[in-house]
């Protein structure tokens, strides 16, 4: 069962225009959110999150939308860089109980392939 | 530099041998995770640990054991039970009660 999905397996965008890349969720439990970014052979790097106590968080070109009542988040870069190419990573946090266990126990989405043409 | 040197980067094993690899950290983070990634899936947790000499099962730990010695350091053992342990397994550690991972560069593991 996929709690988190994202349904793009891959996008396409040229450069300077926007990317958007979109992300699903069906666990209600979920409170933190994030962006990975990975090139090949690499391991994922942490790009921006958002708490589900705000519905928009900001860094630089990069932003990330959260819709609660649709359970869904969106990463957008304006503009869109030839380097920003990448697979592209959402995942999810659900709530830390007393014993802080759930912190660092992420699940993924299947990722997005983003290309951006010069 | 601080960061998480995994390895063998590339790993080729027969079935039914068990294989331990290397995951070390000089960030000096407390928690430590193993990830597995499969062709078109996300990450999935093996294993996870908050501190030295404790750890706890992830979502798929069946056929994986793992070590908490020290801090710095959190190998990963895949055992000849793991079904199908061809995959590309990630290491990453964070401070404690924190959703930022800090990954390594992760090791591909290639069952003939």
């Known amino acids: 069962d996929q709690q988190v999905k994202q349904n793009s397996p891959s996008l396409s965008v040229q450069e300077g225009r926007i990317s958007i890349l979109n992300c699903d969720y069906t666990n209600s439990m979920f409170d933190y959110f994030l962006w990975y970014k990975k090139y090949p052979a690499e391991g994922p790097t942490f790009l921006i999150s958002?708490?589900?106590?705000?519905d928009k968080n900001e860094d630089g070109r990069f932003t990330v939308f959260l819709n609660k009542s649709a359970k869904h988040l969106s990463l957008h870069i304006v503009p869109s860089q030839p380097g920003d190419s990448a697979v592209y990573f959402c995942a999810a946090s659900g709530q830390a109980n007393a014993g802080g266990t759930s912190y660092g126990k992420l699940t993924f989405g299947q990722g997005t392939i983003l290309t951006v043409h010069p | 530099d601080g960061g998480i040197t995994q390895s063998p980067k590339y790993l080729f094993r027969k079935e039914g041998q068990n294989v331990t690899l290397s995951c070390e950290q000089n960030l000096n983070h407390d928690a430590m995770y193993w990830y597995r990634q499969d062709p078109g899936q996300g990450l999935r947790l093996i294993y996870y640990?908050?501190?030295?000499?404790?750890?706890q099962k992830g979502d798929i730990a069946e056929g994986y054991s793992v070590s908490r010695e020290k801090k710095e350091s959190f190998p990963l053992t895949v055992t000849s039970a793991q079904k199908n342990p061809t995959a590309f397994y990630l290491c990453?550690?964070?401070?404690?009660?924190?959703?930022?991972?800090?990954f390594g560069a992760g090791s591909r593991l290639t069952v003939l």
């Open positions: 958002i708490s589900s106590i705000k």
């Open positions: 640990s908050q501190i030295v000499n404790d750890f």
């Open positions: 990453a550690s964070s401070i404690v009660q924190a959703n930022v991972l800090t």
